[in-house]
């Protein structure tokens, strides 16, 4: 026979006859043994348990003495201190029994029904009962909504460098550019077949006009652009679709130290519209989207309202024309790509020829989140215009940038 199993036997006929008989009236029979609990460490000198200890009563009278004795209490101390030194010297003897320690014990576990027996000195620890439901709950309502709105708004102070050929006009500067852009999409999960993207976007860029004597400050970004895409499905992620752009600016903006007008409403305009495919993809996570629209058979046609104060040649229209209407071809390019949760890249370029000229545009925005509201831009045009009149030092480039620092809003629909 192992060691071990003497030793719990032992254990158990020393609790057995220092336990009182049933039936004894003390009230030490219904204390639960320590004997038949697991062999935990819990102190180095077990020879002076203080677990049971005289009740202090507060009696009302001065004097007034209660008619009992102590003899129960020194005999359940009696025994505990006796059940302490055989656990002790069981552990001291068979350290390998010895599972936990009082002060690493492990967690109690979760959602159990612990009850007790005290009369017989047992535990028992069982599982809650689960009720399982006889019917299924009723399915959430889900409102599916039938256009999917984005909105960003952001108000940024700016540092800009603008070459002096920009078509809009502008100098070097310190400004506050105030941004919108709002996304209005069909949704496609309700309606697969077809594609109608909408963007109505914003820009506007005050600067303190420090070398001009006639105003306090100038206007040098200023540009509404809307552009719609309504397609059919033809293939996989490729639509029939019919594309619309246009663009101006609405207030009136002027050379330094001049009354004369750079750009105004509709001064320059344009517009296009485009007949062709597209192509529009959108990753699992939403991390990642491209669109591409490709139209063969484009309309162009570009607006000069004032020309008593304009020269309408400076945006590609003849001498003493509003108008000027061009038939070609068109593409357009939407990119957006999400690194992580604070750094986001979106790109558009945009090409039109008539097949004498070509015009196109590309346009960068890097987006750098400090915090939900917080955030730096870095937004880059680059523009190419045969139509404009050659430049010395540019030719027919045009570049813009602009590095921004401030606060931005975002809602969104789903």
Request: proline share 6%; glycine share 4%; net charge negative.
């Amino acid at each position: 026979m192992k060691r071990s199993a003497i030793i719990s036997i032992f254990c158990v006929l020393v609790a057995t006859i220092a336990s009182p008989a049933r039936g004894a009236e003390t009230p030490a029979d219904s204390t639960a043994s320590m004997m038949y609990l697991p062999l935990i460490f819990d102190t180095q000198n077990p020879s002076k348990p203080e677990s049971i200890t005289a009740p202090e009563v507060q009696l009302p009278t001065p004097g007034y003495d209660l008619d009992s004795h102590s003899q129960w209490l020194s005999d359940a101390q009696a025994r505990q201190s006796h059940e302490a030194q055989v656990r002790y010297r069981a552990m001291l003897e068979n350290p390998q029994l010895v599972a936990f320690n009082t002060q690493s014990l492990p967690e109690a576990p979760h959602d159990r029904i612990l009850t007790s027996a005290p009369s017989e000195g047992l535990l028992s620890v069982a599982p809650p009962q689960v009720v399982e439901p006889t019917e299924a709950p009723p399915a959430p309502e889900v409102s599916m909504h039938d256009w999917l709105h984005t909105f960003v708004g952001s108000l940024h102070f700016t540092q800009a460098y603008i070459s002096d050929n920009w078509y809009q006009g502008g100098t070097n500067n310190l400004n506050i550019l105030a941004d919108i852009k709002w996304d209005f999409n069909l949704n496609q999960d309700l309606h697969p077949k077809w594609l109608f993207n909408n963007t109505m976007a914003y820009k506007l860029g005050v600067t303190t006009a420090q070398a001009d004597t006639i105003r306090d400050y100038m206007i040098n970004e200023d540009n509404f652009l809307f552009t719609s895409q309504l397609g059919y499905k033809a293939v996989k992620n490729w639509y029939y679709s019919v594309m619309l752009q246009f663009k101006t600016q609405f207030f009136n903006n002027y050379k330094p130290n001049s009354n004369d007008l750079t750009a105004s409403f509709l001064s320059p305009g344009e517009l296009n519209l485009g007949l062709g495919m597209t192509y529009d993809y959108k990753s699992a996570d939403g991390s990642r989207t491209f669109t591409l629209a490709i139209a063969p058979l484009s309309y162009n046609m570009k607006i000069c309202r004032d020309i008593k104060k304009l020269n309408p040649v400076n945006f590609g229209i003849d001498a003493d024309h509003h108008f000027k209407h061009s038939f070609g071809s068109n593409l357009e390019a939407k990119w957006m790509i999400k690194f992580n949760a604070n750094i986001t890249w979106q790109s558009r370029f945009y090409v039109f020829t008539d097949y004498s000229y070509v015009q196109g545009d590309w346009e960068s925005t890097w987006d750098f989140a400090i915090s939900r509201h917080l955030n730096t831009q870095i937004y880059t045009h680059l523009r190419y215009d045969r139509s404009h009149p050659r430049h010395d030092d540019w030719k027919y480039w045009q570049f813009k940038e602009i590095l921004s620092f401030g606060i931005t809003y975002r809602f969104a629909t789903m």
